[in-house]
């Protein structure tokens, strides 16, 4: 017989979602599967759980069956253990510790494309905040409302970059980067040559975010395979309205706020081949974004996958918001050395050239 009482687990889980105020789905999720467990004997229960048959019962799924499983073998559900960890009054710590364990920011703007300030100053203010380095995103050509640099701006861009670097204090580095635009077909929208050239190389999807469910997953499964892609950004493109308290105004050009729902993909799929490929998921920062939803990265922290925790900010002042993104991956337990934000920059440039697969 198991020491431990799955469906006391399951309750348990559900009353630790709810008390941090969690969607109701999540949390029905696991009071329904408590619920199936408990009308019937518990050697039926144990039987299923050995046969693999939980999930033929109604309301029990994929992520409530592991639990009961680890429940029965005696072991702390890893869903349990995570919610605990990540409980109460800590999280402010948590938090806190995670931002202080930032080094660098990987998703950023300058004037070149629809950020509000040159290079150097974005540089500047990433010294203050005392980053060892910034990456420096800019847009790619098909994104012309945010002048996506061409080719040979790019170009232009990266010889510019080393005369400021120059200059900058020592200890400090902008590396090269941008953010591609990841194509209708999933591929990445700027020359494989001056991909391949750039230290770290987000891509993220800005058109057809309404796309159907098996196009969007088949394009992003794409564009995560491409060799180049280092960090998935911003990966459902959702707008949310609110914000937290004293930030006020839409802050920069572009990035306006308004609502946008979630596009639609299967996240199990995208994360799986993230992890396969080593490709980080970017946890946006910005208060109107929040993107992924926390329940999203939960399962890209399930799924094996590592991180960025990266600002997208389009001004200098905007390179401090990296707390709250700190706040949501707190919130889901995501360990500091799975944040590759937290490396140092030649431990950065050096995961982005061949992204071991955790
Ligand atoms: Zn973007
Ligand atoms: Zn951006």
Known sequence: MSARDPIADLRRIAFLLERANEATYRVRAFRSAAKALAALPPAEVAE???TGKLTELAGVGDVTARCVAESLAGEEPVYLRRLVATEGSDLDVAATD???????DCHTHSDWSDGGSPIEEMALAAVELGHEYLVLTDHSPRLKVARGLTADRLRRQLDHVEQVNAALPEGFRILTGIEVDILADGSLDQDEELLARLDVVVGSVHSGLNDERS????RMLAAIANPHLDILGHCTGRMVSSRPAGVTGPGDRGHRARTRKESDFDADAVFAACAEHGVAVEINSRPERQDPPKRLIRRALEAGCVFAINTDAHAPGQLDWQRFG???AARCGVPANRVV???????LVAWAVDRPAR
């Open 215 to 218: 196009k969007m997953t088949r």
């Open 98 to 104: 995670l931002r202080t364990a930032l080094r660098g």
């Open 48 to 50: 299923r759980a050995r």
């Open 326 to 328: 700190c706040e949501r």
């Open 341 to 347: 934000n937290t490396w140092s920059a030649e431990e």
